[in-house]
């Protein structure tokens, strides 16, 4: 272990691959951070992570496998935290960023204009909305005008009348009129 600078004290020994101080005991890896903080301090609680303090206040640090930050076993340095409050608190994660003011299309990311999910992501309404009438669009696109009725007749501007959205083939309907005619015509009689 060697003393830096900035208080940390770093792990010399194996480096594991996420670049956390690592170490064996009885075959069983074991992080050499969370062994000192329990060593020095105390038991960690379930389900807690170590969280590198040094880390959250070097704003110069790049974060990822390669910081330096995660080999640090200062006690002091380190802090039992939940993995969203860990999340949080890093500079490199979504969470510990400041929230977007507009999304990637520009819409002012306001409170009427953002769905916030259990997972805490937020997602702009007005963007949501276009990719499902879009998706809509895609799926349900628009059927091509009938050039013949269903009993073979042409659907020409002369031959048809619109009844709201429907076209309705005027000969078909003469011809519906005349038997309809005829049919009360021998039933009076």
């Known amino acids: 272990m060697s003393q830096q600078e900035d208080g940390c004290v770093r792990w010399t020994g194996y480096v594991s691959q996420l670049g956390y101080g690592a170490f064996s005991v009885n075959g069983q890896r074991v992080l050499a951070h969370r062994f000192v903080y329990e060593l020095i ?45 860990n999340l949080r608190r890093s500079p490199h994660t979504p969470y510990g960023k400041p929230p977007k003011t507009a999304c990637i299309h520009g819409h002012a990311l306001t409170d009427d204009n953002v ?21 809509y669009r895609k799926a349900h696109p628009p059927k091509p005008e009938r050039r013949f009725c269903g009993k073979g007749h042409e659907m020409t501007e002369e031959n048809t009348y619109r009844y709201g959205n429907r076209r309705i083939c005027r000969q078909c309907r003469r011809d519906a009129d005349k038997a309809a005619y005829w049919r009360t015509r021998q039933v009076s009689e």
């Not at 999910?117 to 879009?134: A, D, H, L, P």
């Open 115 to 135: 769905y916030v999910f259990r997972s805490g992501v937020r997602k702009c309404k007005r963007c949501t909305e276009e990719q499902q009438k879009e998706r």
């Open 41 to 85: 301090v105390g038991p960690i609680p379930d389900g807690y992570h170590i969280d590198h303090l040094c880390h959250n206040r070097d704003e110069s640090c790049e974060g990822g496998n390669e910081c330096l930050h995660r080999r640090c076993v200062n006690p002091d340095h380190l802090e039992p935290v939940t993995v969203l409050e």
